[in-house]
Every structure is written in C-alpha cells, then in structure tokens.
C-alpha cells in the first residue's frame, strides 16, 4: 500500500467507527427537568415521531410534571402510557397536557405510546 491508500483506510475505519459510535454509543445526559416556582420538576415533551426530549433526569422525592404536547395527527401517539407510575393521558394534537406524579425511588423508567413503538425514558436521580 501507498500512502495516499493508507491514509484513505484510516479515513475509513475512522468513519466506521465514527459512525458506529454515534448509533450505538452509551448515550449520556438527557434532558435535566428543572424546579419551577410551583416546586414541581417539569419539562415540556414534544411528540411528534417520538419524544422530544427523549430522555429527561429527575430528582426522586420531588413531583414531576410533564408537559406533554403533541404536534402529530398519526393516531400511534395519541396516548402516552408512564405505566411505572400508573398514569396514562390522551394528547389531544396542539393541547399542552400535563401529566403529574411522584417518583420514589431512584432508576429508570420508561415511558411509551399504548402500543410502545414511540420511547422515551425517565432517569430518576
Ligand atoms: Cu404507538
């Protein structure tokens, strides 16, 4: 091999890997729902295709309100399930709707669609 070839391969392998990382790296952060002046931690949750953002931090012991709003008419989205929390809601399309509970305990929780094709997931802290 020439320089130009190798140079090329590494290019290659560095966009692989590049990409690879992107799909199936540990994906870290998410979206840390702040306090507001109603003590309760909230964010706003856009769905549309998915959840906007689709992974939000929270402290346990502190009320969580999300702010669901639904920018979609495809029926797959019309209901948004926390079934950890025993709470479901109907999103109305353009409607803010709230929805309101308390985590406990520290983990993960997920949240879906009824049919639980569109995901997203709540780190409780
Ligand atoms: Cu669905």
């Not at 507001?36 to 909230?42: D, F, H, I, V």
């Not at 709470?87 to 049919?115: D, H, N, R, T, W």
């Not at 639980?116 to 997931?121: C, E, T, V």
Request: aromatic share 10%; proline share 6%.
């Amino acid at each position: 091999m020439n320089t130009s070839q190798i140079v090329v391969t590494l290019l290659g392998l560095i966009l692989i890997t590049g990409i690879a990382w992107f799909f199936w790296g540990p994906r870290k952060g998410g979206f840390r729902a702040p306090v507001t002046s109603r003590g309760y931690q909230e964010a706003m949750v856009l769905v549309k295709g998915g959840y906007t953002p689709d992974v939000i931090v929270v402290e346990h012991g502190k009320p969580v309100r999300l702010n669901f709003r639904r920018e979609e008419t495809a029926s797959c989205s019309e209901m948004v399930v926390l079934s950890d929390f025993g709470k479901s809601a109907m999103l109305p399309q353009g409607e803010i709707v709230p929805v309101e509970f308390l985590p406990e305990k520290p983990g993960e929780y997920e949240f879906s669609c009824q049919m639980g094709m569109l995901r997203g997931k709540l780190i409780v802290e």
